[in-house]
């Protein structure tokens, strides 16, 4: 219980618990700060906060998962260290007088850090709702979302788009969100029963702010500025064609299109029921990523090969790239057997919900 933990650390109960779980996206990488669509999923894995508010500004922070509290003061400059996301939160928490001052708060994660399953969209959100509570004020879940993705892009410097922030802020597990980034209007989508969206961890870790992940949004942001428009999903593939930029940014913009369309598909044919159409969409969204994004590794490319051959409908790489996890459509009755025979020609593979 995350209030009796809470007690043990800081010696009195918290005033506000709350929740946000990890995401994974079915489908639309890369495409949420270039005007597109895509279609995260929450996960049933999550993260819980219990927060106090003290009356200096100070900010204490432990987690399940490190040792020791971690003290800063608001105002303090960030260290680089791994509470930095929840003092971020805080931080923005207080600007936006959701929080008056400093506060104590403890973490319990069951999302993996680095595995593309938005760990710090969860724990920027969580902490924001349980402000949000503490001030009582009229704010949404998309306020939240948008809030956390400040968080990230001014106080941590990681320049993501809003997919990962409005799926935990919006969506329950079991339901996939189909959003269009530009408007933040999303319609919440039930997935098939009969079907496992599986998602296993590829064994490789990566880190989103080790500079990859901002290195693709500058060449969109080159592509953008040549086409001298920012809803870059949007372009045709003639308008493409006639760019004067690189033939790199060129595969990116083309990736940044294609993507969008399937994302579209991808959402009608699950409103047609169709699984067939929706688990090609994702093996083609995958090639993209490999051939046209270039953000999937040799080894992700068998572990998405092999699901396949193994009997997924559908496999892809998902989140940032560059390792973290890959997302794959199986048949319900037939889950259990293509996940050990998977996991038997892949020994780093580790399967997590
Ligand atoms: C990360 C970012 C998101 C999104 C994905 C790629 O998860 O936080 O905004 O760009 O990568 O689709």
């Not at 092999?306 to 009755?333: N, P, S």
């Amino acid at each position: 219980m995350i209030n009796l933990e809470f007690e043990k650390i800081f010696g009195a109960s918290p005033a506000q618990i709350s929740n946000a779980p990890g995401r994974v996206n079915l489908i639309g990488e890369h495409i949420d700060y270039n005007g597109g669509t895509v279609l995260p999923m929450a996960l049933p894995i999550g993260l819980e906060v219990a927060l106090a508010p003290r009356r200096d500004e100070l900010i204490r922070i432990a987690s399940d998962k490190f040792d020791g509290i971690e003290e800063r003061r608001l105002g303090e400059v960030k260290t680089g260290g791994w509470a930095d996301y929840a003092v971020g939160a805080i931080e923005f928490a207080v600007r936006a007088e959701y929080l008056q001052r400093g506060v104590d708060l403890y973490i319990s994660s069951m999302i993996p850090d680095g595995a593309g399953l938005s760990s710090s969209a969860a724990l920027i959100v969580a902490i924001l709702k349980a402000a949000r509570q503490q001030s009582e004020r009229d704010v949404t879940d998309a306020d939240i979302a948008v809030l956390a993705r400040q968080v990230e892009n001014e106080y941590i410097g990681m320049p993501c788009g809003i997919m990962d922030q409005m799926a935990v802020a919006v969506s329950q597990p079991g339901e996939a969100i189909a959003l269009d980034t530009t408007t933040l209007d999303y319609d919440l989508v039930s997935l098939p029963d009969r079907y496992h969206f599986v998602v296993l961890h590829s064994g490789q870790h990566r880190k989103l702010s080790d500079g990859r992940y901002r290195k693709r949004t500058l060449e969109c942001e080159e592509a953008k500025k040549a086409a001298k428009r920012d809803d870059l999903c949007l372009l045709s593939e003639c308008e493409i064609a006639k760019l004067d930029v690189a033939q790199n940014i060129r595969k990116r913009a083309f990736h940044c299109i294609t993507e969008h369309a399937r994302v579209l598909a991808a959402i009608e044919a699950l409103r047609k029921d169709d699984m067939n159409a929706f688990g090609a969409l994702m093996n083609e969204s995958h090639f993209s990523m490999r051939d046209y994004f270039e953000i999937s590794t040799p080894e992700i490319n068998v572990l998405v090969a092999d699901a396949v051959k193994y009997g997924a409908i559908g496999a892809r790489l998902t989140g940032g790239g560059f390792g973290g996890c890959v997302v794959c459509a199986v048949d319900a009755e037939l889950a259990d057997a293509w996940k050990a025979t998977l996991l038997a020609h892949h020994p780093n593979a580790k399967f997590i919900c």
